[in-house]
């Protein structure tokens, strides 16, 4: 069997390492700019990028996606938050890892949010809240601020639910 002259993306070809590489790249990016905004950004400082749209902001979530349960007791909510996020991080591996290399794009989906889970796991264990910085907003629109992270996950649960609801085949690439 000869080389039939299809070339392949590297993504496509991607194997475990350079899946779990993807994956320390979230967190590395993640952990990085966040050291950066703690040490730069005083805490609820603004600073705008794009005024009337985009500032760097610094603040710190205790509670889940968009702030939801940051009024419960921080004992409680901490461990309840670690422990779904550790349920959740144990779901994602699994299905990493025993998809097939034929579902390369669901691979790579999978390894943006185990990266993304893993570095806002990091900060609740270290801290018990979440850096978020990026802040966007249009006029009274105002979206809740975010991180690297997060952006990971979210990219990386669209691509993934994108080619799932598309019906990414085994085989095809």
């Known amino acids: 069997m000869g080389n039939t002259g299809v070339k ?30 703690v040490n730069t950004v005083t805490l609820h400082a603004s600073h705008p990028v794009i005024p009337g749209f985009f500032d760097i902001v610094h603040v710190r979530n205790e509670g889940i996606a968009f702030g939801l349960f940051a009024g419960s007791p921080s004992a409680v909510r901490t461990l309840l938050l670690v422990l779904v996020s550790t349920v959740a991080l144990g779901a994602v591996t699994y299905l990493l890892w025993t998809s ?71 085989g095809r690439r």
């Open 100 to 170: 097939g290399p034929s579902a390369s794009r669901q691979r790579a989906s999978l390894s943006l949010i185990l990266g993304g889970a893993l570095g806002n796991l990091f900060d609740r264990l270290h801290t018990g809240s979440v850096v978020d910085f990026l802040d966007f907003f249009i006029g009274a629109w105002h979206w809740p601020a975010f991180n690297v992270a997060d952006s990971a996950i979210v990219v990386g649960g669209g691509w993934l639910l994108l080619h799932l609801s598309g019906g990414e085949k085994p």
């Open 8 to 37: 392949v993306a590297p993504l496509q070809q991607a194997g475990m390492p350079v899946l779990l590489l993807l994956a320390a790249g979230v967190i590395l990016l993640d952990r990085l700019t966040k050291i950066l905004i």
